[in-house]
């Protein structure tokens, strides 16, 4: 019962805002403005996944029967297949990280099955607590490269933990060096993946970034080429290794973000941050 308690509460929205300000007090430290922003409870929010990989968003009808763009996979799927299963949608998963792609095709052989297991604490969930009932191969689609703002061969950074899953493009995990430990990965960007998979630029309704600093270079290509997703889900990634270099590119893809029309409503006080497009979704109520 305690558990099945637990794991409701971090479905909540203000979950995630009082964790981080309990970390905040417990490691006060240099802090951008962002991650003091107050949530905008004139939208209607909701949360899915894991507290690790979960993701905060605006509910809303038009999500149903959608197709979203999810980039960075990890080995924490929780909210792309909790938000396939709430709505119905199809989903795009970028990540060229070998393990992720072990992670997906492990996913894959489960689809149709129910959840055995319970969620873990941490980042390397069993395959075998997702809930895949109703889950089919024709909603879920991995590519295995890396999400940039060209089509190239990049070096793929790995991570300072060999327990950790996640690589990085601009490496600032090591004060954005060109020399450390890398893989060698194929890139592509928002506009050739949505051409791919015949998704309109207008059609996107969610983009979700974990995409360990990539993020800065993606959004700006992405605004460049008339890409507009209604919701963008955005974990800028330096901010969990502040530096000044780290606060300036924040900033500069925030004040893009804002000059075309978006809006940031929530955050979970740490590197987590949900834009909308033009105020749309506002309701009156926060769903739970």
């Not at 964790?19 to 409870?41: C, F, I, M, V, W």
């Not at 968003?57 to 999500?63: G, H």
């Not at 080995?75 to 060229?96: H, M, N, T």
């Not at 330096?238 to 000059?259: C, G, M, Q, Y």
């Amino acid at each position: 019962m305690l558990d099945h308690i637990k794991n409701g509460a971090r479905r909540l929205p203000f979950f995630m805002r009082a964790r981080a300000t309990y970390r905040r007090l417990k490691s006060p430290g240099e802090r951008h403005p962002l991650q003091n922003l107050k949530p905008d409870r004139r939208y209607s929010l909701k949360r899915l996944g894991t507290d690790y990989g979960g993701w905060t968003f605006v509910d809303d009808p038009t999500l149903r029967n959608s197709t979203i763009v999810s980039a960075g996979l990890g080995e924490d799927a929780s909210f792309d297949v909790e938000f396939a299963r709430e709505y119905g949608a199809k989903v795009l998963l970028i990540d060229p990280t070998p393990r992720a792609i072990e992670h997906f095709a492990n996913m894959r052989a489960n689809f149709g099955k129910v959840n055995v297991k319970k969620y873990v604490t941490g980042g390397n969930q069993p395959v075998e607590a997702y809930d895949l009932r109703g889950i089919s191969a024709a909603m879920f689609t991995l590519v295995p490269k890396a999400l940039w703002n060209s089509s190239t061969t990049l070096k793929f950074f790995s991570p300072d933990n060999p327990d950790h899953v996640s690589h990085s493009i601009v490496n600032f995990q090591h004060d954005y060096a060109n020399d450390t430990s890398h893989i060698e990965v194929q890139s592509i960007t928002l506009t050739e993946l949505l051409e791919e998979f015949g998704v309109g630029t207008d059609e996107l309704q969610v983009l979700k970034l974990d995409i360990e600093g990539a993020e800065v270079e993606v959004i700006a290509d992405m605004l460049d080429t008339s890409i507009r997703p209604k919701q963008i889900l955005v974990e800028f990634d330096e901010l969990n290794a502040p530096s000044p270099k780290a606060f300036e590119r924040v900033d500069l893809i925030h004040k893009k973000l804002t000059t075309h029309g978006y809006r940031c409503i929530w955050t979970d006080g740490q590197a987590d941050f949900l834009y909308v497009l033009n105020g749309r979704h506002k309701s009156t109520a926060t769903n739970s």
